[in-house]
């Protein structure tokens, strides 16, 4: 069995990048993922990895290193937060369509402005349109978990397309809890090593990748790449399955908490699923029919999934950590509402909460949950807070006159 | 042009076309004219020419084939006529003209 051990989550993913097989990591410092190559640089310097490590100048040049790395035929990974991942941005888009099955940290913050260090999901809700898998954690132990598995659903042969392991900056990077560590062996042996199909350093067969791309082939291309993101849903449930062989941790695509008969369900990514647990215990105590979903692939979408665990309910509460600024809701809520598109089902509510780092209390879980009770009760009940907060689209714990 | 058994042209579908367009093989180039992208024409005055040889290693698109010691014509299929060759030939041997469809 696994070995227990007291860490933080960017401590468990420098130990984990140690055990993958990892040929390159390229990263550069940003808060708060600096610790991953801080820490996994030192066994790089204690020969306890023969990993490159390339401290490069920027992440524009991380993600190309990575990219020019799994090209070539090796198997990169690398780390970063906020305005870094908002750095990669291009690079984000060039290695998913050239389908190059790289792995990366991402350690949510909030992306600049006004300047704040702190978590959101801004910075990860800017990339999940560049064709990266993004799969989401609660806790440490997740985070280390997704990110180990992350190496074997991007290197699926009918998957190939890179994955974003996200936790949630400070909440769970810097916070130290009890988590149960994989030897290096068992990590090595799980993930195996990688044998693509196609790589530039390959003598017996060249190969030119990512040429121009005209307008008779560009669409074709596209369609090929939504397809290893399509089929990337069963992919993570069948590394799931192989992952709680070795480890006897379960996940899914969604973690479906009370659910069987709640009313009023909060639908939520990353940490604050842990606090609407608690929270979700203490209300069922009273007698109230309360849950969660907690979406543990954002990309690509669980739709189906999504749609079977809140249909029965009456009122749902999407729980958005980035505001898209679309005016009309955050990123979580537009998927959710396209999960619900035809099938009728509860009334659905986006709450944008935790922004830049804003504290999220049980008292405002408590909040949402009673609000929905408002949503259910009719029309009376409600039209005091539709006045004050709108029908469909509200801030959670704002200052407001 | 054919690749691992897999015709590339605008017909070819999403489900065939090679995985996020590589190319495989050398040389690949040589399968499409591009010569069409040509808006000026380099052509031989070939009395003036005294197969110096300073032309060929400047064509950056390997348009000026040589054999056995002698530069051939243009190869038009694939001239894409920057006109590096009539700079640098110093017999004004290379002429550049308007190309005319």
């Known amino acids: 069995m696994g070995k227990r051990d007291r860490l933080s989550g960017n401590e468990a993913i420098a130990l984990a990048m140690k055990g993958m097989n990892l040929d390159v990591v390229a990263a550069f410092p940003i808060t708060p993922s600096t610790e991953i190559p801080q820490y996994f640089s030192q066994y790089v310097a204690n020969g306890e990895t023969d990993t490159l490590f390339i401290p490069v100048e920027s992440e524009h040049s991380a993600m190309s290193a990575c990219i020019g790395a799994q090209a070539a035929g090796a198997r990169a990974s690398t780390a970063t937060s906020s305005c870094g991942l908002a750095l990669m941005y291009e690079m984000l888009h060039v290695g998913a369509s050239l389908r190059l099955p790289m792995t990366m940290a991402c350690v949510t913050r909030a992306l600049t402005g006004p300047i704040n260090i702190h978590n959101d999901h801004g910075d990860a809700m800017g990339a999940r349109d560049t064709g990266w898998i993004q799969l989401y954690a609660e806790n440490a132990q997740e985070a280390y978990d997704n990110y180990i598995m992350a190496v074997k659903i991007a ?3 009918q998957v190939l397309t890179p994955v974003m392991a996200c936790q949630d900056g400070f909440i769970t990077s810097h916070a130290v809890e009890n988590i149960e560590l994989l030897s290096d062996e068992e990590i090595g042996k799980f993930v195996g090593l990688y044998e693509p199909a196609e790589y530039l350093l390959n003598e017996e067969e060249k190969v030119a990748m990512g040429p121009y791309d005209a307008p008779a082939y560009l669409m074709e291309h596209k369609r090929q790449q939504a397809e290893g993101m399509m089929q990337a849903l069963p992919v993570i449930e069948k590394v799931a399955a192989e992952f709680a062989a070795l480890s006897g941790r ?18 939520v990514l990353g940490s604050t699923a842990g606090t609407a647990k608690q929270v979700i215990k203490n209300l069922r105590a009273k007698g109230e029919k309360v849950g969660l979903v907690k979406i543990r692939s954002y990309r690509p979408f669980p739709a189906a999934a999504v749609a079977k665990a809140i249909k029965k309910a009456k009122a749902v509460a999407v729980m958005d950590k980035a505001e898209g600024m ?4 955050g990123p979580l809520f537009g998927d959710i509402c396209v999960a619900m598109n035809g099938l009728g089902g509860p009334r659905l509510i986006d709450y944008m909460y935790g922004l830049g780092g804003r504290d999220v209390r049980p008292e405002h879980i408590e909040a949402v949950y009673r609000d929905l009770a408002a949503a259910m009760a009719g029309k009376a009940d ?20 | 042009m054919k690749q691992k058994g897999i015709e590339i042209n605008d017909r070819v579908s999403w489900q065939n076309i090679t995985l996020a367009g590589a190319v495989y093989g050398g040389g690949t180039a040589k399968q499409f004219a591009t010569g069409d992208w040509r808006s000026m024409r380099p052509v031989m005055v070939w009395e003036k020419c005294k197969q110096c040889l ?12 040589v054999e056995a010691g002698k530069r051939l014509d243009f190869d038009y299929d694939h001239c894409k006529g920057c006109g590096v060759c009539v700079q640098v030939c110093p017999f004004e041997a290379i002429l550049f003209k308007k190309e005319e469809k």
């Open chain 1, 382 to 401: 409600e039209e005091q807070l539709i006045k004050k907060a709108g029908p469909y689209y509200r801030y959670l714990a704002l200052r407001e006159e």
């Open chain 2, 54 to 65: 300073l032309c060929a290693p400047v064509c950056p698109d390997s348009s000026i084939p």
């Open chain 1, 155 to 157: 290197e699926d042969k």
């Open chain 1, 326 to 329: 679309s005016g009309i809701g």
């Open chain 1, 250 to 267: 379960h996940y899914g695509l969604i973690e479906e908490y009370q659910t069987e008969d709640a009313e009023r369900i909060l639908v």
